[in-house]
């Protein structure tokens, strides 16, 4: 590519042209097919996870941070996801709402596994609480079951989503005690800067009360 563009411009299909040289399409998909909806659209997606027996149900959206008119884009999502017994399931999600089979013996998932895509999830509350275990053996082991980028990345995404009034605070801070030993010192330093956020929104609070109980959870 570098060669055959050093002495002229190149438009962004010329990239996804080469890299699509010798690659079959996955699942169908040219990578100019999969590449076009992020960089030809505005945003990104929101995925939303809900476990029913031995499939995830996800569904896309837009995520909006300060709400707004509805959407229809629609994104072609590498889906990856990472299970309870070490084990990663990767799908191209292409349709609003999709199903994936998921093993009998798996007692949790991580939707965006080391969250190496550029979405936010959002979890059903079985999902979560199930989530929650995963978070809490993971802390201080030199081969955790969610590494740090997935630490990281979850309680981000649930700030997120909390700040867009997708899911209650309470939510948000039901996450905070499940990092009661995490080591990590940017994971804690994420943690802070967002519960001093919460903080800083509560102590305008018309209820005085919600001030002074954050302030004793914390």
């Known amino acids: 590519y570098l060669e055959n563009f050093k002495y002229s411009n190149a438009f962004t299909e010329d990239l996804w042209h080469w890299l699509e040289k010798g690659r079959p399409p996955h699942n169908g998909k040219t990578v ?19 476990r029913v027996g031995g499939k995830l ?45 998921i093993p009998a013996d798996v007692e949790w998932v991580k939707v965006n596994a080391d969250s190496i895509g550029f979405y936010i999830v ?16 993971s802390a201080g082991q030199s081969q955790p079951a969610l590494s740090i980028t997935d630490r990281l990345s979850l309680q981000s995404d649930v700030f997120n989503l909390a700040q867009a009034g997708e899911l209650p605070t309470t939510q948000y801070l039901k996450l905070m005690l499940a990092y009661d030993n995490e080591e990590v010192y ?33």
Not at 192 to 213: C, H, Q, R, T
């Open 32 to 50: 100019g097919e999969i590449m076009n909806c992020w960089t030809k659209q505005l945003g990104f997606p929101l995925v939303t996870v809900k």
């Open 122 to 137: 959002m979890y059903d509350s079985h999902s979560f609480d199930a989530l929650l275990s995963g978070v809490k053996s």
């Open 186 to 218: 940017f994971i804690w330093s994420n943690i802070i800067g967002n519960s001093a956020d919460l903080g800083s929104v509560l102590k305008f609070a018309d209820d005085p009360s919600l001030d002074e109980s954050y302030n004793k959870f914390r």
């Open 57 to 101: 149900e996800l569904s896309q959206r837009k995520f909006k941070l300060r709400g707004g008119n509805p959407s229809d884009s629609l994104w072609l999502i590498p889906i990856s996801i990472k299970c309870s017994n070490g084990s990663i399931i990767r799908y191209l999600m292409s349709d609003r709402n999709c199903q994936v089979d």
